[in-house]
């Protein structure tokens, strides 16, 4: 019989120490992500933690920075491998898929920043791999995403004040308009804890 997995990707200290991280979609990550981790404990599924890093840059995502790390509030258990990364998806420059394949693992839920970044880039590197994804969409959390033309080094300022810039509530409803019933099952936490049942809110 297959078995289900958890992997929670990116929820790290580098994101939190960034300024726009005040303006993230969704303050409660940790409890949402904590819900989703504690129900799968229960269930006996596999949880895998993903860490993103960009060795030798020296930003907020450099190992050296020392916020390579959880956020505070999650931990992973003994027997829970942390993986880190320095792809987009948590399939590329890891081991997850041997992780995941050993422990026959065919069901996959994601949650974790960013929503339509590295959560999604892995949810649709999971479905083409043949995983049944499920993808916990209040269990993200996203930014506000500048346009293409605003310089690379505008500021947090000029991010928010122009008017080109995308709100994390239209980013959030195009990942899941872009996922759902092509690439994963789009889920709530809720539904996924059992709190209510799916579709119940549909």
Known sequence: MSRAALVVIDVQESFRRRPIWAHGSNPAIV????????????????????????????????????????????????????????????????????????????????????????????????????????????????FPTPHRDLPADASLAEILADPRTLPTGEMIARTEYALANRFATVRTVDEVTGAVPAGAGA
Request: proline share 4%.
């Open 31 to 142: 409890g949402q992500v904590d819900r989703l981790v504690d129900a799968a404990r229960r269930r006996g599924d596999l949880v895998v933690w993903v860490l993103h890093a960009e060795p030798g840059s020296g930003t907020v995502f450099d190992p050296t920075s020392g916020h390579v790390r959880l956020i505070d509030g999650l931990a992973a258990r003994p027997g829970e491998p942390t993986l880190v990364k320095t792809s987009h998806n948590a399939f590329t420059t890891t081991n997850l898929q041997q992780i995941l394949t050993a422990a026959g693992v065919r069901d996959l839920t994601v949650c974790g920043i960013r929503t339509e970044q590295c959560v999604e880039t892995t949810t649709r590197v999971g479905c083409d791999l043949g995983y049944r994804m499920t993808f916990v969409i209040d269990a993200t959390v996203t």
